[in-house]
């Protein structure tokens, strides 16, 4: 259905795009010594970045006290929650390059909380499984680390 809506949608990004988002990322590594650290602090950005993504008007919004509100439960918008950490990981990851197929495992990474599995490249489960780790290890009831496999034959092993 998709290939037929938009055979573009399931493309892999330009050469160019891929290298937008590496040079993000690297300007982002540079002027951060040490991002994992951050992932608090900016996970209010994050918020602001889906209002203004979105096209939802924040003004009356306090939308650093609702990001603190839903940052403080993991159950609350979980699948922003996964895919902001997930950015985190991967920028405290230095030595590691962002790859061109990166923009589309991340998209995914929002379905998380809401799926019962999900196949990503075999670097990428890597990141995942950390960051679900640790979410679980904030909350033993939010639990994704059974959902995040690096293909579909692990899944069926996983899920017979």
Same mark, same amino acid.
């Given at each position: ?5 938009? &055979? ?16 993000? /990322?690297?300007?982002? #590594?540079?002027?951060? &010594?040490?991002?994992?650290?951050? %992932? ?15 096209? $939802? ?5 306090? %939308? ?13 918008? &979980? ?6 950490? =997930? ?10 390059? =962002? ?8 998209? /995914?990474?929002?379905?998380? @909380? ?12 890597? /990141? ?13 009831? %939010?639990? /994704?680390?059974? #959902?995040?496999? @690096?293909?579909?034959? %692990?899944? $069926?092993?996983?899920? &017979?």
């Amino acid at each position: 259905m998709l290939w037929k809506a938009d &055979p573009n949608s399931l493309r892999f990004p330009s050469k160019e795009f891929g290298d937008l988002i590496r040079n993000q /990322y690297e300007a982002k #590594r540079r002027s951060t &010594p040490a991002p994992r650290a951050l %992932v608090k602090k900016e996970f209010g950005k994050a918020v602001e970045q889906q209002f203004r993504h979105w096209g $939802i008007d924040a003004n009356g919004t306090d %939308v650093a006290k609702l990001a603190d509100w839903i940052y403080v439960d993991l159950a609350r918008c &979980p699948g922003l929650r996964m895919h902001h950490d =997930m950015r985190y990981e991967l920028l405290g990851a230095t030595t590691d390059k =962002m790859q061109d197929n990166d923009t589309q495992d991340f998209a /995914y990474l929002y379905t998380i @909380p809401y799926v019962d599995a999900i196949t990503l490249d075999r670097r990428i489960t890597g /990141y995942a499984a950390a960051v679900a780790r640790r979410l679980k290890k904030l909350n033993p009831d %939010v639990d /994704y680390t059974g #959902r995040i496999f @690096p293909n579909i034959a %692990v899944v $069926i092993r996983a899920h &017979p």
